[in-house]
């Protein structure tokens, strides 16, 4: 009970949701969907808390975490099933280590399967749905669901699934790949990552989405937001698309600084930014 949120997000941000549970396997989940169904209690599912920033008062409600459960990693041939409560990097480390190739270029985000499927994650022009083959989807009476990736719209950073809908499963299908040189691409992207992204500092990634035929950063660094600050939150002198929590940010304070980008890049170059980091526990928004 009362388990704060700022220990579930990269950022570092967020005040308590009123339960916090680890379902203890497919039925268990079932059966808490069904319940928070029926009884009208709100839920949500959270993944690694990567891309996310949660209120400060927190969420009245149930998350779900499945990072304890559905943590399942098999392949026959090259399809690949996974579960959603897996990380990324330790798909990325079990199809290295077997020579299935076509996910390397998503090395580095740190997010699980089930966040980064929903959201479509992506990076250096590969996105993670690109190699989906299908997913299982819980919905919210607990009925489990089978997608083919041709059942499902996917665009940038988006998908149709459900917002109330679980992933709980997922296959890719890969292709033969070399396991030494996939490793060496994927160290190659690390080290791009370590050297333009703001690691040592708590956030929640890219925070907005990218505008067509332009850059997030570009516009939010041509506008003279680098270093911006407001509280603790702070838009990264080193990316300017990534908003850092510096100490005791709050997310009013990042919110805040959000707006303050929003604005300036709309007053420079006629863009409205969309955020690309979810919000959790912000009725107004
Ligand atoms: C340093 C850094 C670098 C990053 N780089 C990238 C990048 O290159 N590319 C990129 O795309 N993103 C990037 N991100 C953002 C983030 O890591 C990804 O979007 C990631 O895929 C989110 O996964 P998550 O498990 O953390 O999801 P969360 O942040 O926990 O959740 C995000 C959303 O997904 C939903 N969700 C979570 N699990 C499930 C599930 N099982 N079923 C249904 N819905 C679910 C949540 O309800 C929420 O709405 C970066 C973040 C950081 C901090």
Redesign the pocket.
């Known amino acids: 009970m009362d388990e704060s949120l700022s220990e579930?997000?990269?950022?570092r941000i967020g005040g308590p949701a009123d339960f916090y549970l680890y379902p203890k396997d497919l039925e268990d989940l079932g059966a808490l969907v069904d319940f928070c169904e029926r009884e009208g209690i709100l839920r949500?599912?959270?993944?690694?808390?990567?891309?996310?920033l949660v209120s400060d008062e927190g969420f009245r409600g149930i998350v779900i975490d499945?990072s304890e459960t559905?943590t399942h990693v098999s392949c026959k041939g090259s399809v690949v099933t996974v579960g959603?409560?897996v990380?990324?990097r330790n798909l990325l480390k079990y199809c290295t280590e077997r020579g299935l190739s076509g996910l390397e270029s998503?090395v580095?985000?740190?997010?699980?399967?089930?966040?980064?499927?929903?959201?479509?994650?992506?990076?250096?022009g590969v996105?993670?749905c690109d190699r989906l083959r299908s997913v299982h989807?819980m919905d919210r009476l607990g009925t489990l669901e089978k997608r083919q990736q041709e059942e499902i719209t996917v665009g940038y950073?988006y998908t149709d699934?459900p917002?109330d809908?679980?992933?709980?499963e997922a296959q890719f299908l890969l292709s033969e790949g070399n396991p030494k040189k996939m490793e060496s691409v994927q160290e190659g992207y690390l080290k791009e990552?370590r050297e333009k992204?703001?690691?040592s500092l708590?956030?929640?990634?890219?925070v907005f989405k990218r505008p067509a035929g332009d850059y997030a950063g570009r516009l939010v660094e041509e506008a003279g937001c680098k270093g911006l600050r407001i509280g603790d939150a702070m838009v990264s002198k080193k990316h300017a698309n990534?908003i850092v929590n510096c100490h005791f940010a709050s997310a009013q304070n990042v919110l805040r600084l959000v707006d303050e980008v929003k604005e300036r890049v709309l007053e420079r170059f006629d863009i409205d930014l969309e955020l690309?980091?979810?919000l959790?526990g912000f009725p107004e928004r």
């Open positions: 579930h997000t990269n950022f949500f599912v959270i993944g690694n808390g990567t891309n996310l499945l559905f959603a409560g990380f990324l998503l580095g985000i740190p997010g699980q399967v089930g966040g980064s499927i929903f959201l479509n994650a992506g990076s250096y996105e993670i989807l950073r699934l917002s809908g679980i992933v709980v990552r992204q703001p690691l708590p956030s929640a990634g890219s990534f690309e980091i979810h959790l």
